[in-house]
């Protein structure tokens, strides 16, 4: 199936410099950029976003991290690409993502309360269609 996937750098990636490596690596894996936009987030959208993690202990600091810089919201679509861009990107937590992915190779736990872990892939298609029409109303 050809899907569509909610890619987000986050403000540790974008602070970075990392927003082209991981674009970089999108499109060497062969995957197709639908849209690519530098945004600052708002709380209205990462309400939306992480009603998910809402109660959790990390929410706080992550909406906090994720308010406090420019993050790329790229929209990547091709066959399979939502498990693709998972298995890109690596574990949640960098320090044991395999060397390889774009966690693991380029992060590591700073020893915050939020994991700062570079990027952000939708992990189903129903998530997939849920983010997209958060971030990119009109697409
Ligand atoms: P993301 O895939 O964007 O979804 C939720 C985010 O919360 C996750 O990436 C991490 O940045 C962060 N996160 C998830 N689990 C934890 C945790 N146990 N402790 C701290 N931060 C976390």
New binding site residues.
């Given amino acids: 199936d050809v899907q569509r996937s909610l890619v ?1 750098v ?1 403000p540790d990636g974008v602070r970075r410099g990392l927003s082209g490596e991981v674009l970089r690596r999108i499109e060497t894996k062969g995957y197709t950029l639908a849209a690519v936009e530098l945004r600052t987030a708002t709380a209205e959208i990462l309400a939306d ?2 009603a998910e ?1 809402e109660g ?4 706080g ?2 909406v906090e ?2 308010l406090s810089g420019p993050v790329l919201a790229v929209v990547i679509e091709g066959e399979r690409c939502i498990e693709g861009f998972r298995a890109l ?1 690596g574990a ?2 960098p320090t044991v993502a395999l060397p390889g992915t774009i966690r693991g190779d380029l992060g590591r736990d700073w020893g ?6 570079i ?3 939708s ?1 189903s298609p129903e998530s997939a269609a849920r983010e997209i029409g958060i971030w990119f109303p009109n697409l």
Avoid at 56 to 59: D, H, Q
């Fill in positions: 987000l986050k976003h992480y993690h959790k202990p990390f929410y600091p992550l991290f994720m990107a949640t937590d915050l309360a939020v994991q700062q872990n990027v952000h892939g992990d």
